[in-house]
T-cell receptor, first 118, second 113 residues
Framework: DTAVSQTPKYLVTQMGNDKSIKCEQN?????MYWYKQDSKKFLKIMFS???????INETVPNRFSPKSPDKAHLNLHINSLELGDSAVYFC?????????????????FGNGTRLTVT | KQEVTQIPAALSVPEGENLVLNCSFT??????LQWFRQDPGKGLTSLLL?????REQTSGRLNASLDKSSGRSTLYIAASQPGDSATYLC????????????FGGGTRLMVKP
């Protein structure tokens, strides 16, 4: 009865390929996120998305694009993969309410997708 | 720009010891601060969330405090157990930064039997 689920768990691919990682949450949250954890275990936000706006961390290359078919899904599509894209990618969700998002419920994370680009 | 630092980076203690993990942040204009644990090969599990108007939160053997004016939070773990071994991360949600969290680098905790 997983709250936030990601697929695949492991993804090995070659440079230049295009790949997608899927994420689904069954918590009824209105906001979903993608995070990248590099080899030094540092977590960095990539995107924040709800049905009203997409916020992009300015350091994210435009080869990365989130796609949300509905409120419960936020997939991550990556074009022209590079060696430096190898990392663990985490999806997360939360409920945001109040003016300017003054309340944010605890984030719930998926178990991650380990991407290896060769 | 918000920067979050966690000290120490790694900690090894014998079972039963009480311990404190530290988190500091540079921009005190935050909505909330959250503590997570991450087990190897797993995602993050939320432990405690402190809203900016609160000073502490407790859950079982865990107590987290927040001093917004000084940019500090501590996570206190009482009577540590080997099952507490994991990486502990703190993250802050800054005002005017959408709904995104900024994470510290984590403290890797090992509790020895």
């Amino acid at each position: 009865d997983t709250a936030v689920s990601q697929t695949p768990k492991y993804l090995v691919t070659q440079m230049g390929n295009d790949k997608s990682i899927k994420c689904e949450q069954n918590l009824g949250h209105d906001t979903m996120y993608w995070y990248k954890q590099d080899s030094k275990k540092f977590l960095k936000i990539m995107f924040s998305y709800n049905n009203k706006e997409l916020i992009i961390n300015e350091t994210v290359p435009n080869r990365f694009s989130p796609k949300s078919p509905d409120k419960a899904h936020l997939n991550l599509h990556i074009n022209s993969l590079e060696l430096g894209d190898s990392a663990v990618y985490f999806c997360a969700s939360s409920q945001v309410s109040g003016g300017h998002g003054t309340y944010n419920s605890p984030l719930h994370f998926g178990n991650g997708t380990r991407l290896t680009v060769t | 720009k918000q920067e979050v630092t966690q000290i120490p980076a790694a900690l090894s203690v014998p079972e039963g010891e009480n311990l404190v993990l530290n988190c500091s942040f540079t921009d005190s204009a935050i909505y909330n601060l959250q503590w997570f644990r991450q087990d190897p090969g797993k995602g993050l599990t939320s432990l405690l969330l402190i809203q900016s108007s609160q000073r502490e939160q407790t859950s079982g053997r865990l107590n987290a405090s927040l001093d917004k004016s000084s940019g500090r939070s501590t996570l206190y773990i009482a009577a540590s157990q080997p099952g507490d071994s994991a990486t502990y991360l703190c993250a802050v949600r800054r005002r005017n930064a959408g709904n995104m969290l900024t994470f510290g680098g984590g403290t890797r905790l090992m509790v020895k039997p």
